[in-house]
């Protein structure tokens, strides 16, 4: 019974505690006093500062705005600036006159968003102090990240998180390790968890309705699309570079700079002389081309939305081969918002290919006796109406034409070598778009001529055999009319 006993009270012992919030003890720095309270001393008690919705890989430094001093004979806590963020507000107009109070009725309970659409005083305040640590190389305390998660414990008092190293751009994030109230006499130190608000750039393009591969005839035009995410900067960034970068081919030409079409959102802009434009003279955007790379150069200011759709016409040139005409685009954007220097996003490539007709012109069966001087005539349509272009065989017997996208084509001779007789027959060549994507792009036809005074050659393995009959028929007709002549004339003797 008393086991039993002791065990309960054991138990409601647990419960009463449980209940219970352990006071903080606070511990302080008795050589350093404070400034608005110069009975205090510098709290040297921590928490733990954590920040959720990271990415993995990056790395982040925390750095103090506010200390925190304890009078211990009036049991009050107070608030002073650090010596770098003070720094930083005197060289403010809008700020130098601020004070610790103002500030953390600022920041107590409120996290910033980070937008550069947002009119907060907070944001711009904490901004402005991110791109004063940038410019003056103040230093930080590391955090610790695992997985999506960063912290550390840190001393009371109020801080600003930067990212370190990221490819990402990070809202200016504030939060506190501040002390509450447990009752008249004791206090509770408290930690701080606020969610990473991240922004990240991409980038994609098509050619020809959301492909990434497509085909077409030499001149032809055809169409590229750009569908990139905009990076929203924090307020008060002093590096907002955010470029389109699209490089084309040798192959590739250029419809011109002012036919390509850029879309805020859902809005199509205006574009005169490579000047970007909205509905309020702004200008959005620059565009340049120079060494086949076509630069779209935004001002992020003046974006109402974080969707950017760009599209151009182009044309595949002369020196379109079989490799395919390739075009690459990135991105080029700060991920230092307050410093300088630009990050490159990874390339995304579209490949236009076109297609080649080789002709091998050669006398009946002997495919090493070739023809030089076949010329033909190309056609789109059966009805030969839309001609494509033309091809003649050389000393070696070879015809080609280059640039020509997949589809069916009818060969029409025109003119046969000399001495042999002229094809009548249309010859109709088809062209797979997966023979240029296997690396085949370049389709042979084998084609026939006889020459003058002879029978067609069809390419069969019996023609001869039907000539040689065909000869031994006549000699024996010959032979039998030569043989009833003779006989009549000797019945008649």
């Given at each position: 019974?008393?086991?039993?006993?002791?065990?309960?009270?054991?138990l409601?012992g647990?419960m009463v505690?449980?209940?219970v919030?352990?006071?903080t003890?606070?511990?302080?720095?008795?050589s350093?006093?404070g400034i608005t309270?110069t009975e205090s001393?510098?709290?040297?008690?921590?928490?733990t500062?954590?920040?959720?919705?990271?990415?993995?890989?990056?790395?982040?430094?925390a750095?103090?705005i506010?200390d925190?001093y304890?009078?211990?004979n009036?049991?009050?806590i107070?608030y002073d600036f650090?010596?770098?963020f003070?720094?930083y507000?005197n060289?403010?107009?809008?700020?130098?006159?601020l004070?610790?109070s103002?500030y953390?009725s600022l920041?107590?309970g409120?996290l910033?968003s980070?937008s550069t659409l947002?009119s907060?005083?907070?944001?711009?305040?904490?901004?402005g102090?991110a791109?004063y640590?940038?410019?003056?190389n103040?230093?930080?305390?590391l955090m610790?990240?695992?997985g999506?998660t960063a912290?550390l414990?840190l001393?009371a008092?109020?801080y600003l998180?930067?990212p370190v190293?990221?490819s990402?751009v990070?809202?200016?994030?504030v939060?506190?390790?501040?002390?509450?109230a447990e009752?008249?006499?004791?206090?509770n130190?408290?930690d701080?968890?606020?969610?990473?608000?991240?922004?990240?750039?991409?980038?994609?393009k098509y050619?020809?309705d959301n492909k990434t591969?497509?085909?077409?005839?030499v001149?032809?035009?055809?169409?590229?699309t750009?569908k990139a995410t905009?990076?929203?900067?924090?307020?008060?960034?002093t590096?907002k570079?955010?470029?389109?970068a699209?490089?084309?081919?040798n192959s590739?030409t250029l419809t011109?700079?002012?036919?390509?079409n850029?879309?805020?959102?859902?809005t199509?802009?205006?574009?005169?002389?490579?000047?970007?434009?909205n509905a309020?003279?702004?200008?959005?955007?620059t565009?340049?081309?120079?060494n086949n790379i076509?630069?779209?150069?935004f001002n992020?200011?003046?974006l109402?939305s974080t969707?950017?759709t760009?599209?151009?016409?182009?044309s595949?040139?002369?020196?379109?081969n079989?490799?395919?005409?390739k075009?690459?685009v990135?991105?080029i954007?700060?991920?230092n918002?307050y410093?300088?220097?630009?990050?490159?996003?990874?390339?995304?490539e579209?490949?236009?290919y076109t297609?080649g007709?080789?002709?091998?012109k050669?006398?009946?069966?002997d495919?090493?006796?070739?023809?030089?001087?076949?010329?033909?005539?190309?056609y789109?349509?059966v009805e030969?109406?839309n001609?494509v272009g033309?091809?003649?065989?050389g000393?070696?017997?070879?015809?080609?034409?280059?640039g020509?996208?997949?589809?069916?084509?009818?060969?029409?001779?025109?003119?046969?070598p000399s001495?042999?007789?002229?094809?009548?027959d249309?010859?109709t060549?088809?062209i797979?778009?997966?023979?240029g994507?296997a690396g085949?792009c370049?389709?042979?036809v084998q084609?026939?001529?006889?020459?003058?005074g002879?029978l067609?050659f069809?390419?069969?393995s019996?023609?001869?055999?039907?000539i040689?009959?065909g000869?031994?028929?006549v000699?024996i007709?010959a032979?039998?009319?030569?043989?009833?002549?003779k006989?009549?004339?000797?019945?008649n003797?």
């Amino acid at each position: 019974m008393k086991k039993y006993l002791k065990s309960f009270i054991l138990l409601i012992g647990f419960m009463v505690c449980s209940f219970v919030h352990a006071e903080t003890e606070i511990t302080y720095d008795s050589s350093r006093k404070g400034i608005t309270d110069t009975e205090s001393y510098y709290i040297t008690n921590k928490a733990t500062f954590t920040i959720t919705n990271v990415i993995s890989t990056d790395s982040f430094k925390a750095y103090k705005i506010l200390d925190a001093y304890y009078n211990e004979n009036a049991n009050t806590i107070t608030y002073d600036f650090t010596t770098n963020f003070q720094a930083y507000l005197n060289t403010t107009t809008s700020y130098k006159d601020l004070t610790a109070s103002d500030y953390y009725s600022l920041s107590s309970g409120s996290l910033t968003s980070g937008s550069t659409l947002t009119s907060s005083t907070l944001d711009k305040l904490v901004s402005g102090y991110a791109s004063y640590i940038k410019t003056n190389n103040i230093s930080g305390s590391l955090m610790n990240v695992s997985g999506n998660t960063a912290s550390l414990n840190l001393e009371a008092g109020s801080y600003l998180i930067l990212p370190v190293s990221t490819s990402k751009v990070y809202s200016v994030m504030v939060g506190n390790l501040d002390f509450t109230a447990e009752s008249e006499k004791y206090w509770n130190l408290n930690d701080e968890t606020i969610v990473a608000k991240v922004s990240e750039a991409k980038i994609e393009k098509y050619v020809d309705d959301n492909k990434t591969s497509t085909n077409h005839s030499v001149g032809e035009t055809y169409t590229y699309t750009i569908k990139a995410t905009v990076i929203q900067y924090p307020t008060n960034a002093t590096n907002k570079t955010f470029k389109i970068a699209d490089t084309l081919d040798n192959s590739i030409t250029l419809t011109g700079i002012n036919t390509v079409n850029v879309k805020d959102g859902d809005t199509l802009l205006t574009t005169d002389s490579g000047v970007v434009k909205n509905a309020s003279n702004k200008i959005v955007a620059t565009i340049t081309y120079e060494n086949n790379i076509l630069t779209i150069d935004f001002n992020v200011d003046n974006l109402t939305s974080t969707n950017i759709t760009v599209t151009y016409n182009a044309s595949l040139n002369e020196s379109a081969n079989c490799n395919g005409s390739k075009n690459k685009v990135k991105l080029i954007y700060s991920n230092n918002p307050y410093g300088s220097g630009t990050y490159e996003t990874e390339e995304k490539e579209t490949i236009v290919y076109t297609y080649g007709l080789k002709v091998l012109k050669y006398e009946g069966t002997d495919k090493t006796k070739v023809l030089s001087g076949a010329k033909f005539e190309i056609y789109s349509d059966v009805e030969l109406r839309n001609k494509v272009g033309e091809l003649t065989s050389g000393e070696d017997g070879i015809a080609t034409y280059n640039g020509l996208k997949a589809g069916t084509y009818y060969l029409k001779e025109v003119t046969a070598p000399s001495g042999y007789k002229k094809i009548n027959d249309i010859l109709t060549v088809t062209i797979s778009n997966s023979d240029g994507e296997a690396g085949t792009c370049i389709y042979e036809v084998q084609i026939s001529n006889t020459k003058n005074g002879l029978l067609p050659f069809t390419g069969g393995s019996g023609s001869s055999s039907y000539i040689v009959i065909g000869g031994i028929i006549v000699l024996i007709g010959a032979g039998s009319m030569i043989y009833y002549r003779k006989k009549n004339l000797v019945t008649n003797e």
